[in-house]
Each structure stands twice: as structure tokens, then as C-alpha cells.
């Protein structure tokens, strides 16, 4: 129960994280004991680049607390969905923070929020879904792979979140979303290979007084779909957006420095050359961006669905 809202100390069965360093963090269940290869039961020992951690020993122990490894230490911390993102047992491509937080936003989510997503893939998306539409919202979310279904739906029973999220195994471009929830939902985000085919379905699972949708496209001939379905089906002010994080470089340099002197005065030939040629240097703390940059993940194409009286 360590998603579901503060907690002063870790419980037997919490999902706890790890924290070594900023590349070294980890999700543990604190339990004491593991099944292993063969089906026993055994003391659950985790390895880590600095040792090995009894779980056992974290039990009861404040979140927060420095603890000791057998060559080091770490923090246990309580998870938050940009923890989780950074740890979670991946079994598709996920989303991260920068997308994460512009698809937030976009899609004005927000406690009491009805939300759609489709695919529930990894469930790192939904984590912050659920933070940001609780107490009072509800998120369904739909894939339409097995084994994924179960997990999540495993996953959000066990992280305390059970109550405001429903995982449905579905197809959602051939079935849509199901009459459960038509004309229920405030937002709709997509992350599917053809998100053109559920667009419709989004309609109808849209409230009388309209919503937003967001759908995540990893190459522009796919948002180039998205963009002509949206229209068709009667969104308007359609944006295709790319979250890109710069980072600056900062470094001290030695800039020359002009006397501006000359400025003031008339000007002759002889005057001006000698003036613009720097008197000095000075060394600053700069910041300039990267000539080149990687960092594309993919576009989100956002609108609007008018309400009903105005489609
Ligand atoms: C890239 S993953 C989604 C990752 C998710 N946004 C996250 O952050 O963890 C895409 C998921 O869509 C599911 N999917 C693909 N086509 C689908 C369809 N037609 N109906 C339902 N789910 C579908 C896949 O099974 C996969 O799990």
C-alpha cells in the first residue's frame, strides 16, 4: 500500500525503493522471503553494486532511512510514480516524465477526472494518471495483451491504487471501449501502433460536454493518421507537440570586451577600426545549448471535442 497516499514506515509488503546513487535505484517488495528456482521458500537476500540487503532488516524501518548494505549503504524511500518510472519491471516501451508531464497538462487531468488509456502497456503512465485524478476520479485502462492485463492489474491492487482503476483486456480499435463507458470519460490518451482506429470510439466514450485526447505517436506519419482521424471525427484545435529537454552547457569562458566608448562620439575610419578591436577579456559563467541533440521519443498530437450542442 506505499503508492496509496504518506506513510511513516515501511510495512510488510510495501513496494519500497532502493536509492544508491541517481542510476542506482531500485523497486523491492519488502518481504522477508522469496520463492526461488525451485518453488521454496528462502530469506529474500537483493544484490546490489554495493552489497547485499536482508529485506527483512527494512521492515519497520522509517521511509527516508539510511541503511546499511554488507559494502555500503543506501535510502529506502516511498515510491511516487517518477520513481516507479525509473524502476518498474518493463514489458513494453513506457513513457517517461518529460512526455508524461506535458500529456498531464495537456489533457487537463485532474481529481474527480474521468479518464481513458489505451494501452495500459507497463503501467508507467497510469501510476501518474492516478495520482493526478484521485480521490474522486477513475481511470480505465485497456490492452488488449494478457499477461500485461494481469500484471497491472496486479500491480495497482498491490500499490493500494485498485479502487480508482480498471484494467480491461480489449481490443480497442476493433471494439472500441465498451458501453461501460460511453459518454463517461473527461480525457482519452492513446499509445498504440494504429491510434487512428480508436478515435471514433473515443467519441463515443466522450462526455456530452466534450474532453480532450491526447495520442502518442513515436514518427510523424503516424500523428499525420491521428491528425486527419481527429478532424474527421470532429475534434478541433489540433496540436502536434515534441517534448524535448535541452540541456545547457555551462562553462566559464573568456569573453572580449569591447569599449562602446566610440559610440558616443562622431565617427572617423582611423576612430571606429581601433574601437571595435577588444581592449581586454573577461571571464564569465556561460551557458550555451548543444549543436546537436538526441532526445526525440515521439510526438503528441492533443485536441479538443466540442460538447455535443457544438459538433
Ligand atoms: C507502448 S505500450 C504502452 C506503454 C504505456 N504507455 C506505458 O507508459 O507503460 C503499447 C501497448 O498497447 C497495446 N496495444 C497495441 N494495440 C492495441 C489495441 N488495438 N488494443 C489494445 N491494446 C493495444 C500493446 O499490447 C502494448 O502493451
Request: with cysteine.
Amino acid at each position: 500500500m506505499s503508492f496509496a497516499g504518506p506513510k511513516a514506515v515501511i510495512e510488510e509488503g510495501d513496494t519500497v525503493i532502493l536509492y544508491l546513487t541517481v542510476t542506482n535505484v531500485y523497486a523491492i517488495e519488502a518481504v522477508p522471503q522469496i520463492k526461488n528456482k525451485k518453488g521454496e521458500f528462502v530469506e529474500y537476500v537483493f544484490q546490489t553494486n554495493f552489497g547485499a540487503l536482508k529485506v527483512k532488516d527494512i521492515i519497520g524501518v522509517q521511509y527516508g532511512s539510511k541503511v546499511e548494505l554488507s559494502k555500503g549503504w543506501a535510502h529506502v524511500l516511498q515510491p511516487n510514480p517518477e520513481l516507479w518510472t525509473q524502476t518498474l519491471p518493463h514489458r513494453t516501451q513506457i513513457l517517461y516524465t518529460p512526455d508524461i508531464s506535458m500529456i498531464l497538462y495537456q489533457l487537463e487531468v485532474k481529481p474527480g477526472s474521468v479518464v481513458i488509456e489505451s494501452g495500459t502497456g507497463s503501467g508507467s503512465l497510469s501510476h501518474y494518471f492516478l495520482r493526478a485524478i484521485r480521490p474522486s476520479g477513475f481511470l480505465y485502462t485497456f490492452d488488449f495483451h494478457e499477461e500485461r492485463v494481469q500484471k497491472a492489474h496486479d500491480e495497482f491492487k498491490s500499490h493500494g491504487l485498485g479502487d480508482f482503476v480498471k484494467v480491461t483486456q480489449r481490443d480497442v480499435c476493433e471494439k472500441g471501449f465498451g458501453e461501460e463507458v460511453d459518454g463517461k470519460a473527461d480525457a482519452v490518451f492513446l499509445d498504440l501502433p494504429a491510434p487512428q482506429l480508436a478515435i471514433p470510439h473515443a467519441v463515443k466514450a466522450m462526455k456530452e460536454s466534450g474532453g480532450r485526447l491526447c495520442s502518442f505517436s513515436p514518427c510523424i506519419e503516424q500523428s499525420l493518421r491521428v491528425c486527419e482521424a481527429l478532424e474527421q471525427h470532429g475534434f478541433v484545435d489540433v496540436v502536434n507537440l515534441e517534448v524535448l529537454q535541452v540541456e545547457d552547457i555551462v562553462r566559464t569562458r573568456n569573453v572580449p570586451v569591447m569599449d562602446l566608448e566610440f559610440l558616443k562620439h562622431k565617427k572617423t575610419d582611423v576612430d571606429s577600426k581601433d574601437a571595435k578591436t577588444p581592449k581586454e577579456t573577461k571571464k564569465y559563467i556561460t551557458s550555451s545549448a548543444p549543436n546537436s541533440m538526441a532526445g526525440h521519443t515521439g510526438y503528441l498530437t492533443v485536441a479538443e471535442l466540442p460538447p455535443l450542442f457544438a459538433r
